[in-house]
């Protein structure tokens, strides 16, 4: 069974065709059918016809060492899809989609500074109270933040880490930044349970956008009251959360070459 087929029914064909598109990004602009069935699980045979009615239509292409590249009309599509949307617009369809399946409040937050503050958020059946657009809190302090450090480089973490120090004698600092590079790179989620203060849990996947400034880092999480959050809907969240990613960060990294900052 290919990657693909495992997914919940729909268009087979469709779905296929798309993942193929998906395989395609900055660092891997040419790609071999070869390459494509490795990554899709699809077979050889499967692959070349799906390739090859993509290139029939226009959203692939050949090059003279017999890769593939996307062509005119994906690169087309993708700019009506884009053009004049910042970030915020272009995930929010995916933060209703996931807060009305998971039932708990889903939201947007970005990197300023040394904080970490809520742009966009959409309630589910389990709303989070006192937690409006706006919010600010400490990286350290939140899921959100701790998934936007496991992001970082370790230069960058250091450099966090000793800026908290400064002005806080939190000890347990460093040690929620370490489980969440942990938590980032196994499991490719971070989850803190009985953060500020004891009361909410959360699922968090950070997100990066690449700029001459040195780029900006996102989070996306999912979280409430802790005593209302069961481990099913908190699993769920993650496995909604973890889909997400590949889906929204090709957009931003495609963004800054389409948007004026």
Known sequence: ?????????????????????????????????????RRTG?????????????????????????????????????????????FPEIALPYLRDIAGRVGVTTSLSLKQGDDIVSIEACDGALPTPNQPVGWRAPLFAVSSGLAVLARMSEAEREAAAQTWARTHSDATARTRMATAVGQLRD???????????????????????????????????????????????????SEALTRVVPILEPALEAMPLLLVP
Not at 12 to 28: K, P, S
Not at 44 to 50: D, K, N, S
Not at 79 to 85: P, S
């Open 1 to 37: 069974m290919s990657k693909i087929e495992a997914k919940k029914p729909g268009v087979t064909a469709l779905a296929r065709g798309l993942a193929i598109l998906r395989c395609f990004d900055r660092r891997r602009a040419e790609l071999t059918v070869s390459e494509i069935a």
């Open 187 to 237: 499991q490719g989620y971070v989850r803190f349970d009985g953060m500020v203060e004891g009361q909410f849990s959360a699922v968090a996947v950070p997100l990066w956008q690449p700029g001459p400034d040195g780029g900006r880092y996102w989070a996306i999480s999912c979280g409430g009251v802790r005593a209302q959050l069961s481990e099913d809907r908190l699993t769920l969240a």
């Open 42 to 86: 699809l077979s050889q045979p499967t692959a070349w016809r799906l390739c090859q009615t993509l290139v029939d239509e226009g959203y692939l292409v050949r090059t003279p060492q017999t890769s593939l590249r996307v062509g005119a009309a994906a690169l087309t599509l993708g700019f009506a899809a884009i053009q004049g949307l910042g």
